[in-house]
């Protein structure tokens, strides 16, 4: 397991705040009310965001972000390739930046930043996404396929950072997410939208000493409203066991640019009752396919979508690797970034997340998130590194809920 206190492995939690319904498809058709279902946890069946395509969004996006800073100075992959200095890639990267510093243009290639990586003067679109060049050996950094396409180019913060397989080599990456799990999920009931948890997720914040909720009753703050209706479910109030005062440190932990959670809308379920609340509560929408010959409505062909609702609050981690915990490993992957360069890459780029979305249906208002770090990123964060992150926790409360 990492751990987050040996210098090696830096453990971060992040929290992510949906502001569209979330498809991530199974792929597969299951026989029940839906036609489209979206990945579940196989043991809780609670829906979730899998790491895997977690990792494969950030990753496309890390690359835009990167190609939006450098796209002034970088070269071509061909202008590396064809340095007479230097038989190695390296040397040639080098013997490049060395060139392009010293020739007097203001457009500098200034390894202090992050994405001036020295291994991003190959990086291009074509290193997210699956690598259209597998089988090439890592040094043919201008291989394409019969169409011209490249692939993942094996050098660049990317690359290294989240992997990629050659003929010659393959890297698993140093950056490793876990699946998004949901955390607080919206409920409509009659005093409003609240959002239900369970005493164990709680404690994975870091809330510890709740109560179980007993007799399929529900935990409030104010332990008053006697009953309550979470969707088709009509529960009772626990009036003798209230919300634990310690759940307002929740009100800053939660703060989502203008959305903040406020812990007398929160409820605490059984365990056992979350993952049908859940499940009966996401949100479903039917669509008609579309006849691309008539353009008309297909005859049957009406389907149903099921997604992760508007407002769910999902958490999980990612852990970065230091290069020094791979010494004297392959030497083709010399240099590997720092740490702190490829915490970076994830803190500038999820802004991404916010217009462009994860998942299926992205461009039919599916998708959108808001990510943000737990507090320990946002405290170890490098400020040598140019950045500016505007959604670090307050530790003010200020106005309340908005
Ligand atoms: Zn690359």
Request: glycine content about 10%; overall charge neutral; aromatic content about 10%.
């Amino acid at each position: 397991m990492a751990n987050k206190e040996n210098g090696i492995v830096k453990e971060y939690k992040i929290y992510a705040l949906t502001t569209d319904p979330v498809y991530i498809g199974t792929g597969g058709y299951t026989i029940g009310r839906v036609d489209n279902t979206i990945v579940r946890d196989p043991i809780t069946k609670v829906p979730k965001i899998p790491g895997s395509s977690l990792a494969g969004v950030w990753r496309y996006y890390t690359v835009l972000e990167i190609l939006s800073k450098i796209k002034d100075v970088k070269p071509k992959r061909e202008d590396i390739k064809n340095q007479h200095n230097g038989t190695t890639i390296n040397e040639k990267i080098k013997n490049w930046i060395n060139k392009q510093n010293q020739s007097g243009q203001n457009n500098k290639w200034d390894t202090s930043k992050w994405y001036f990586f020295e291994g991003n003067t190959l990086i291009d679109l074509t290193c997210a996404g699956q690598d259209n060049v597998p089988q090439e050996e890592l040094a043919n950094i201008t291989a394409t396929t019969n169409e011209g396409k490249t692939g993942h180019c094996g050098h660049c913060l990317v690359c290294k950072g989240f992997g990629f397989s050659k003929k010659d080599i393959s890297w698993q990456g140093m950056i490793f997410f876990s699946d998004l799990n949901i955390l607080f999920f919206p409920v409509f009931t009659m005093y409003g939208t609240k959002w239900i948890t369970t005493k164990r997720k709680l404690e994975e914040l870091g809330l510890n000493g709740l109560t179980e909720p007993t007799d399929n009753k529900v935990l409030t703050k104010n332990g008053n409203e006697g009953h309550i209706n979470l969707g088709w479910l009509y529960l009772e109030v626990d009036s003798t066991n209230k919300l634990d005062t310690k759940m307002e440190s929740l009100k800053t932990q939660f703060k989502f640019d203008n959305f903040q959670l406020d812990d007398t809308n929160i409820i605490v379920v059984p365990e056992g009752l979350f993952s049908q609340i859940v499940n009966s509560n996401l949100e479903v929408r039917t669509s008609v396919s579309i006849d691309p010959i008539t353009g008309a409505a297909k005859e049957g062909a009406l389907f149903t979508s099921e997604a992760i609702p508007r407002g769910t609050i999902l958490y999980g981690n990612v852990r970065i690797f230091d290069k020094s915990g791979f010494n004297g490993i392959d030497s083709k992957l010399d240099p590997l970034p720092e740490a702190s360069k490829l915490e970076c890459a994830l803190k500038e780029s999820k802004h991404f997340f916010e217009t462009l979305g994860i998942g299926g249906m992205t461009t039919r208002g599916f998708g959108r998130l808001k990510v943000i770090f737990g507090k320990d990123l946002e405290e170890k964060s490098n400020p040598t590194v140019e950045s500016n992150f505007q959604d670090t926790q307050q530790t003010t409360s200020q106005g309340g809920k908005q």
